[in-house]
């Protein structure tokens, strides 16, 4: 299986929360990271947590890792259409280099 | 954040024919710089890394006699498709870092290569 794995497709209801899942592989992973990419654009950094940790709060973003599992979670508070894109899970070990998942496609409908 | 650019947006050229693609680091100094490759629904396919001033480290599979990375200054880095076929029409991004670690990386907007 891939190294890092992602649901392809999310669709919510503008204003309710999305929970987007990530499981990954690599147990010596350091930095677990979420990106955006809006259509025919690059990777905008959305936020990371440390391996470390288990929660990290950021506005309307929570990320929730178990490191257990291997289990991350991006939850996005109160979702508006212009959140609608692509969100990649990426981690990252020693090499500082991600391996990035497949991305989910987040779709926010009226 | 900082700014990372890529030039052409999108480029359509004939199969057979090589094209460049330029990834400038707008207000920083990037002494690494990645390409990265990527198909529709799929994710980003690391293809090389490059430092200023050395040769770029290819990842496994990445032909480097087909993708030609230069890496000539701080501020740029360049990928140039040779003899290009159908089969290299992809999504071509790169990113860029300043002090290495990964959160201070900063992505280009990307590149549309489209062979016919």
């Known amino acids: 299986g891939e190294d890092v794995e992602q649901s392809l497709f999310l669709s919510v209801r503008e204003g309710d929360s999305s929970v987007i899942n990530c499981t990954y592989t690599d147990s010596s992973s350091t930095y677990l990271y979420w990106y955006k990419q809006e259509p025919g654009a690059g990777l905008q950094l959305l936020t990371y947590i440390f391996s470390n940790m288990d929660m990290k709060q950021d506005q309307r973003l929570t990320v929730l890792l178990n490191k257990k599992d291997k289990h991350l979670s991006l939850r996005i508070a109160d979702t508006q259409t212009g959140d609608s894109a692509i969100y990649f899970c990426?981690?990252?070990?020693?090499?500082?280099?991600?391996?990035f998942g497949r991305g989910t496609s987040l779709i926010v409908h009226p | 954040g900082a700014v990372v650019s890529q030039h052409p947006s999108w480029v359509i050229c004939k199969s057979g024919t090589s094209v460049k693609i330029e990834c400038r680091s707008l207000?920083?100094?990037?002494?690494?710089m990645f390409w990265y490759r990527q198909f529709p629904k799929q994710s980003l396919m690391l293809m090389a890394t490059s430092n200023e001033g050395s040769k770029a480290t290819y990842e496994q599979g990445v032909e480097k006699d087909k993708f030609l990375i230069n890496h000539a200054s701080l501020t740029l880095s360049t990928l140039t498709v040779t003899s290009a076929h159908p089969e290299d029409s992809s999504f071509y991004i790169c990113?860029?870092?300043?002090?290495?670690?990964?959160?201070?990386?900063?992505f280009g907007q990307g590149t549309r290569l489209t062979v016919v």
């Open positions: 990426a981690e990252s070990g020693g090499s500082y280099i991600p391996t």
């Open positions: 990113s860029a870092t300043q002090q290495g670690g990964w959160t201070e990386a900063f």
């Open positions: 207000d920083f100094q990037a002494t690494t």
